[in-house]
Nanobody, 114 residues
Framework: QVQLVESGGGLVQPGGSLRLSCAASGFRFSSYRMSWYRQAPEKEREFVADISNAGGITGYADSVKGRFTISRDNFKRTMYLQMNSLRPEDTAVYYC???????WGRGTQVTVSS
């Protein structure tokens, strides 16, 4: 059974940093591209970043480019999202997504507020 579990969210002040993690199980993690999405209140879920199976190719939404960094550790079966210079508009529930199986995690809340 494919399972994705996010962690690392919380409350942070503007300009602060957080690192999200996504622990994967139930599939051959190292073989597949992985993604992060987010959904702010009353808005549609939107793409944040993705990473190739080996980690060599990454892509970012324009809104986070230069501030967020996606990475993965295939031995630990975990994907990360390092978020720096956070802004109030980054407030959202952040989801881990495995495109190959269409599986979503349950999400982790990130709130950026003073």
């Amino acid at each position: 059974q494919v399972q994705l579990v996010e962690s690392g969210g919380g409350l942070v002040q503007p300009g602060g940093s957080l690192r999200l993690s996504c622990a994967a199980s139930g599939f051959r993690f190292s073989s597949y591209r992985m993604s992060w999405y987010r959904q702010a209140p009353e808005k549609e879920r939107e793409f944040v970043a993705d990473i190739s199976n080996a980690g060599g190719i990454t892509g970012y939404a324009d809104s986070v480019k230069g501030r967020f960094t996606i990475s993965r550790d295939n031995f630990k079966r975990t994907m990360y999202l390092q978020m720096n210079s956070l802004r109030p508009e980054d407030t959202a529930v952040y989801y881990c997504f495995a495109p190959a199986s269409g599986t979503w995690g349950r999400g982790t809340q990130v709130t950026v507020s003073s």
